[in-house]
């Protein structure tokens, strides 16, 4: 996997557990030598194409997140069940799939061969949603670059749009709140490369960042007008693709709860 020979997939989200986890239903049971896992899992990112999931099961119903455990599932094998996911609105290329069935010989499991460890290895410090939060907070610096030039060549009124002060307004007000997003980011990604604890600094990155990029998108169509709800112009396509960063690797209404806990404390 880490050649790049193999695609991976990572089988968390069900269709009743999204932001809340432990509210899975998917069950792994002990057979013998085998695990019968039995359960459908959603928005598994890549998996049409992935070799390899890890997927997160319940070993024990009854101890919430300490009852989950991880495994590790290749799709060769003939009880794996995978079907196409639902159409999505935004980034068309980055496909999900549904339904899982299978029954997994005993030594494909991970988590450090210990029952009800898979919630670690989802948090755990090197792959902690913290961590991918910062790394998802990117902002849409393409979408302010397009305006920038739709703006100087479109001409209404004798002159081009640039020149008109409600146009300067927008284009200043995304300049600035991408460039606060982008050190935000880098806020974070440093408290990571220095060893410092960094989920508050992931949060407000991820929510900053991942809102500043809607709202980019957002304002780049009002500045091309009706051109920007068209397919003839790329920022429709920016702003179906920002607006999954608010809801997926933990929404902004998550990131406002790790933030306003960190407050608190």
């Keep these: 996997m880490t050649s790049g020979r193999r695609l991976g997939a990572f089988a968390l989200t069900e269709p009743s557990a999204g932001t809340d986890a432990a509210a899975g239903t998917t069950t792994a049971v002990r057979s013998g030598d085998e695990y019968i896992l039995n359960g459908s899992k959603i928005f598994i990112s890549n998996a049409p194409f992935a070799e390899i999931y890890i997927v997160f099961a319940k070993t024990d119903t009854t101890k919430g997140t300490k009852g989950i455990s991880a495994f590790i599932v290749e799709t060769g094998h003939p009880r794996v069940l995978r079907r196409r996911g639902r159409a999505q609105a935004g980034h068309p290329r980055f496909e999900h799939a549904a339904a899982l069935l299978l029954r997994l010989p005993h030594s494909g499991r991970c988590a450090a061969r210990r029952r009800g460890n898979g919630f670690k290895v989802a948090c755990r410090p090197r792959r902690r949603p913290d961590r991918h939060r910062r790394a998802g907070a990117w902002h849409r610096q393409g979408a302010l670059d397009a305006s920038v030039a739709y703006a100087k060549e479109r001409v209404q009124f004798g002159k081009p749009i ?79 693709d920002a607006k999954i960063t608010e809801i997926y690797e933990g929404t902004s209404e998550v990131q406002r709860m790790v933030i306003a806990r960190s407050c608190l404390r």
Aim: proline share 3%.
């Design 162 to 240: 640039a020149a008109l002060q409600a146009i300067q307004w927008m284009i200043a007000d995304m300049a600035t709140e991408i460039d606060a997003a982008r050190l935000l980011v880098y806020r974070a990604a440093s408290c990571v490369d220095n060893q410092r604890p960094y989920s508050t600094e992931g949060a407000m990155a991820k929510l900053f960042a991942s809102e500043t990029a809607t709202r980019v998108a957002g304002k780049a169509i009002q500045i091309h007008g009706g051109y920007g709800y068209t397919e003839s112009y790329p920022v429709e396509r920016s702003w179906r």
